[in-house]
């Protein structure tokens, strides 16, 4: 039986472990996966990537989604606060962009339509002014 040498560090097997198939042992596998992800953390594209490949989307598709104004209230998104891709909670599809404040207001909520509608009613008739406020 031939004893594995690791292609990267040299060590052989019995002083590192190997996967079951591969000349790379498990430290530095695990060495070159961290440092390819901390690039891509460095960089900002690892958060996007793992959220779009859960939406379903590339990684392009969602940074794009990012940078359009809030589908709730029209804020602008800027490349230092970019809006959050919203995923339907029911069909687990991406809805559109929305803001941090609207977001939170829709968790706040439960995300539920009945209680944003009950909280429409309640804000209209405790002041009939601020149906239509933009504030």
């Known amino acids: 039986m031939d ?5 990267k560090c040299g060590k052989p097997e019995g002083e590192v472990k190997f996967p079951s198939k591969g000349r790379t042992c498990n ?3 695990a060495a070159n996966s961290n440092s390819k992800r901390k690039a891509r953390v460095e960089s900002g594209t690892y958060e996007r990537h793992e959220f779009a490949i859960a939406l379903g989307i ?5 940074r794009e989604l990012q940078m359009k104004p809030c589908g709730v209230c029209g804020q602008e998104a800027t490349e230092e606060s970019p809006n959050t891709v919203y995923q339907n909670r029911e069909t687990k599809k991406v ?3 929305i803001c941090r404040k609207c977001t939170t207001a829709l968790g ?6 009945s209680r944003v509608i009950r909280a429409l009613a309640y804000l209209s008739q405790s ?5 239509g406020s933009e504030k």
């Not at 590339?58 to 969602?62: D, M, N, V």
Request: hydrophobic letters at 25%.
């Open 3 to 7: 004893i594995r040498e690791c292609s």
């Open 27 to 29: 430290k530095c596998i």
């Open 58 to 62: 590339t990684a392009k598709e969602y």
């Open 95 to 97: 809805a559109g962009p």
């Open 108 to 113: 706040m909520l439960d995300h539920s339509r």
């Open 127 to 131: 002041d009939p002014s601020i149906e």
